[in-house]
């Protein structure tokens, strides 16, 4: 067995290894267009802001160590050209000798990766106008803000964007982001970016959401970025980070297929349209895990796994590709976002009947010091109850509950699981009802009818001849400081003792600060023979669609 595989780093390289792991006698050629098989690119912004103090730390292997563990022929510097599918060989060129070759295979493997997207915008080659994808750009990055920056302008507020953006204002560097979109972390519903947007806000970071370069310009101490609002930003450093796009190049001169947004296409085994080349990684067309619908998800994990599998399929192993379900965390200074499956947006956008609830549980118990905040956001099947996605956004535990509700929905399980779901229970762990069960609790009620719940968005947006009737039940304090625009006090611990200024002809919607004294004053009315529901996650969750200005 002859294999090549064009492309190192996550997926390429962890193909190589498993390949050899599977057979000492297959011959295995890695090529690798860049001078590194193999690094954490998602470290890349930490090493820039000096929390990754080595930049070898961020080599997860080298040639030399391929070559000598796995037998590896790793060509670094060293780009495939052309694919010749019939003669079944490969037109290869030695990016240092310049001398051009060919090798034959009997199976071939792509992982290109993606590139970052440079839009065509007058003055996007000026010097100090940067995207990040290697070590190559993070040390033209670094030896920048080394030399002096105290302005910089992150174009794009997506992942990447951020932990630079984050870095950058570790380095002392005033740093603006302008995003197209109307919100941070697109992926995310809007909402559950609130609180990241305040935060950086709070940090000192200007956003400008809404927005977009349409121009740069040279200027005396560095760069200008001319805005479509005719807003002139001073830099001296920008970085472009408003997407990717496949490097499909290959795959299309061979006549590969590829889907409308230049996804190679694949089947469950990581086959493209030639049975004998493979794809893997951030270049591929995926299924999306709980949609169905074929996608994009350029993220590390999926494409380590992705690389395994097609390796255990070329050497004759029973695998297939579950689809990308689209897990993914970032830190943004004190605060952490993550999400697992399909987002609210995706559900509207495909017509999927969902519904959702909000929990704005501490990560661990209360009583013990140090309790951090979170809100999770969990949707569902309003059926069967089964999870299709889920967001989080806080301090500690984070983490910790999107990869528990992520192998919850690899599982295919329901929200009445997580009400029996077990979980490890110490003070400075979690709690007695953990996070998880709490989503479970509320959700399952909703679903058998013992909790009515109604969505902010709906209370808000009802007509005008109906609108339900709105009954805060925090303390006369709690809605001195805020309150529904529409909404009547009442304590829940006076409720059952004022039950007649409740009307019996409208729906009444109760609510609290997170939705714990709403579910109560719910269950009183609802056995007192009215129509009520909780709104689901309180107060808290109206904050996350109807920000305080400024954060006030």
């Known amino acids: 067995m002859k294999l090549l595989i064009i492309g190192g780093v996550a997926g390429g390289a962890s193909a190589a290894a498993r390949a050899r792991r599977l057979s ?11 001078p590194d098989v193999s690094f ?8 820039v802001g000096g929390e990754i103090a080595q930049r070898d730390k961020l080599l997860v292997t080298t040639p030399e160590r391929l070559k000598n563990r796995f037998k590896l022929d790793v060509r670094v510097r060293t780009s495939v050209e052309a694919i010749d599918r019939v003669a079944k060989k490969v037109r290869v060129r030695d990016g240092v000798s310049g001398r051009e070759y060919e090798e034959t295979y009997d199976k071939l493997i792509l992982a290109p990766g993606a590139a970052p997207l440079r839009p065509p915008i007058p003055g996007i080659d000026l010097p100090g106008i940067f995207t990040l994808r290697n070590l190559y750009d993070v040390d033209r990055i670094k030896d920048r803000v080394d030399r002096g920056v105290k302005q910089a302008v992150v174009v794009g507020a997506g992942f990447i964007g951020l932990e630079l ?7 002392g560097i005033a740093t603006t982001v302008v995003e197209l979109q109307d919100q941070v972390l697109p992926p995310f519903d809007k ?6 947007a305040e935060h950086l806000a709070a940090k000192g970071v200007t956003l400008l959401l809404a927005q977009s370069a349409a121009s740069f310009e040279q200027a005396a101490h560095g760069i200008k970025v001319c805005l479509k609002s005719e ?10 980070g408003v997407g990717v796009r496949p490097e499909n190049k290959l795959a299309t001169d061979a006549g590969l297929e590829v889907g409308p947004r230049g996804g190679i296409r694949v089947n469950e085994h990581l086959q493209t349209s030639d049975q004998d080349i493979y794809a893997v990684g951030d270049a591929i067309e995926v299924k999306d895990f709980v949609t169905g619908e074929p996608t994009q998800v350029p993220l590390a994990g999926p494409a380590n796994r992705q690389g395994r599998l097609a390796a255990d399929h070329i050497f004759g192993r029973a695998a297939a590709y579950r689809g990308t379900q689209g897990t993914a965390i970032v830190r943004v200074f004190d605060l952490t976002a993550a999400m697992t499956g399909a987002s609210e947006k995706t559900l509207v956008r495909t017509k999927r009947e969902y519904r959702k609830v909000y929990v704005h549980p501490a990560h661990h118990a209360g009583y013990y010091p140090g309790a951090e905040a979170m809100t999770l956001k969990v949707l569902f099947d309003p059926h069967s109850g089964k999870l299709l996605g889920a967001q989080a956004v806080g301090g500690a535990g984070v983490d910790k509950r999107i990869d528990v509700l992520s192998v ?3 599982a295919g399980m329901t929200v009445f699981d997580l009400e029996e779901m077990e979980l490890a229970y110490s003070p400075q762990y979690g709690s007695a009802k953990d996070p998880i069960n709490m989503v479970g609790f509320v959700a399952s009620g909703l679903l058998r009818g013992e909790h009515p719940q109604r969505d902010v968005e709906t209370v808000l947006a009802a007509p005008a001849g109906q609108p339900p009737f709105v009954v805060d039940v925090r303390t006369s304090q709690e809605f001195a400081a805020g309150h529904f625009p529409m909404a009547v006090n009442i304590p829940v611990d006076e409720l059952r003792a004022r039950l007649d200024e409740m009307p019996q002809d409208r729906e009444i919607a109760v609510y609290c600060q997170v939705g714990q004294r709403g579910y109560l004053a719910t269950r009183i009315l609802l056995q007192a023979g009215f129509a009520a529901a909780n709104v689901s ?3 808290k969750t109206y904050r996350l669609f109807h920000p305080k200005p400024n954060g006030a």
Not at 24 to 34: K, L, P, T, W, Y
Not at 40 to 47: H, I, K, M, T
Not at 165 to 171: G, L, T
Not at 231 to 240: D, K, S, T, W
Request: charged letters at 15%; proline letters at 6%; glycine letters at 8%.
């Open 24 to 34: 000492e006698a297959a011959q295995i050629i890695v090529f690798e267009r860049g």
């Open 40 to 47: 954490a690119n998602c470290g890349l912004p930490y090493y």
């Open 165 to 171: 953006v984050e870095n950058f204002m570790r380095r």
């Open 191 to 196: 909402e559950m970016t609130t609180p990241i």
């Open 231 to 240: 807003q002139r930003l001073p830099a001296q450093l920008v970085i472009l």
């Open 408 to 410: 919850a929905i690899q």
């Open 537 to 539: 996650g309180g107060y």
